[in-house]
């Protein structure tokens, strides 16, 4: 096989597209060699139907442990290695399952849509503040606090700290991912992790009506997690539960703002936001390349040979666009039926909060297309500034407006 191809992590225009180069890349072959952030090779998936079977594939394990490259684990924070390892999404089937079942319950869609009044009632009163100005960064200022204070409410993390503990995952997912700041991340998972086992502990001796009081009282009651496992999960649901969804409205109300036509279409036709949701997730996800996974033995994707402990990227954001797949796959079409993107993984690592992300999109964008006339980028979109490596979205988002 050729040398690996490497990631342009420094080219302004790939920051700002990537897409052309990842349909290269798919051209090229069903899995590619490449090198990602800070020199890691790994083997990339880039074909939908490659990459569906993969995801269930119990051959792929999400134990980093696995993997010959130790740099994989060694990129980590110091505090975070063992910590990662008990969180859900590192672990395989049964321990995954058993987690998994502990807080399944609390994202089923019924669940969810009781969550519906909240949501919108958060996103009328942060359209409150800014409609005024006339211009505002909707990250900042709105799809940034949405989630946070939905999934917030939903754990029952205290308003008081919501500020300390979005200020810790800016520092962990803020990084350039060849640069990174390694003590600045690592102290701000100590302290979050601190953070986390003095407010279970809080929850412990005075018992509340949320998930993460449920998930103590499940746990006291059958010991099916221990503190550390108990410490992981709330961490994930904490961080997971908000960034990602972030990312899926900045996204979405920039690739409108980019697409005037499709904008008009769904201001037309408020009856195609939960298609458009699916469009946004499919067209330009949070998730960028994909989901990463390691070969526990040797196999084959695609043809193509991979060898046990070899680093795999199952590549999401590249098999959506798959033409073979998607019809004119490179298009962003609001009115296109929802099918059966990868945006949220697919297997039994389904994101768990899938139901909330499309609840919390679909209010959040359109509420902003309702409330906000003559909706402009205030800078070009190819000049918006984004998150590099891991996570695809907007640290910025300036527009103007008019009051509706």
């Keep these: 096989m050729s040398e690996p191809i490497v990631f342009p992590y420094e080219n302004p225009d790939f920051l700002a597209d990537p897409y052309p180069f990842y349909r290269r890349l ?20 880039t074909r939908y139907e490659d990459a569906r079977e993969a ?29 990662a390892m008990r969180s859900m999404i590192r672990l395989d089937p049964p321990d995954h399952t058993r987690l998994r079942r502990l807080v399944s319950q609390a994202f089923t869609v019924r669940r969810v849509a009781q969550l519906e009044p909240r949501v919108q009632e958060i996103a009328d009163r942060l359209l409150d503040a ?48 060849d640069r990174p700041d390694v003590a600045a991340v690592d102290r701000a998972w100590r302290q979050m992790w601190s953070y986390l086992e003095g407010l279970l502990a ?11 009081g449920a998930l103590i009282i499940a746990t006291d009651r059958d010991e099916r997690l221990d503190q550390g496992e108990l410490v992981a999960m709330a961490f994930l649901l904490l961080v997971a539960g908000y960034v990602t969804t972030v990312n899926l409205i900045g996204n979405g109300i920039a690739a409108l703002l980019a697409h005037p036509g499709q904008l008009k279409l769904l201001r037309d036709d ?38 046990r402990g070899a680093t795999v990227i199952i590549a999401t954001a590249i098999a959506d666009r798959d033409h073979a797949e998607f019809d004119d796959a490179d298009r962003l079409d609001v009115g296109r039926p929802a099918g059966a993107h990868l945006g949220f993984g697919h297997g039994v690592h389904y994101c768990l909060g899938a139901p909330l992300a499309r609840l919390e999109g679909r209010i959040a964008i359109g509420t902003v297309l309702r409330r906000l006339g003559d909706l402009a980028l205030a800078v070009p979109y190819e000049e918006l500034p984004r998150h590099i490596g891991g996570l695809r979205g907007l640290r910025h988002l300036p527009v103007t407006f008019t009051a509706v």
């Design 130 to 177: 800014i409609v005024p100005a006339g211009r505002a960064d909707l990250i900042e200022e709105f799809a940034l606090p949405l989630p946070v204070t939905v999934i917030s409410e939903l754990l029952g993390v205290p308003l008081t700290d919501r500020d300390r503990f979005q200020e810790w995952t800016n520092v962990m997912l803020t990084q350039h991912p």
């Design 26 to 45: 798919r051209e090229g072959g069903p899995v590619r060699r490449v090198v990602t952030v800070r020199g890691l090779e790994a083997w990339l998936v």
């Design 270 to 307: 408020p009856g195609l936001l939960p298609d458009a949701v699916e469009e946004f997730l499919r067209w330009d996800g949070p998730v960028d390349p994909g989901i990463l996974r390691i070969a526990a033995e040797d196999l084959e994707i695609g043809g193509v040979r991979v060898p």
């Design 55 to 83: 995801l269930t594939d119990p051959r792929l394990s999400s134990d980093l442990r696995r993997a010959t490259d130790h740099r994989l684990l060694e990129m980590l924070p110091a505090a975070e290695r063992d910590g």
């Design 202 to 212: 809080a929850k412990r001796s005075d018992p509340a009506d949320d998930l993460l």
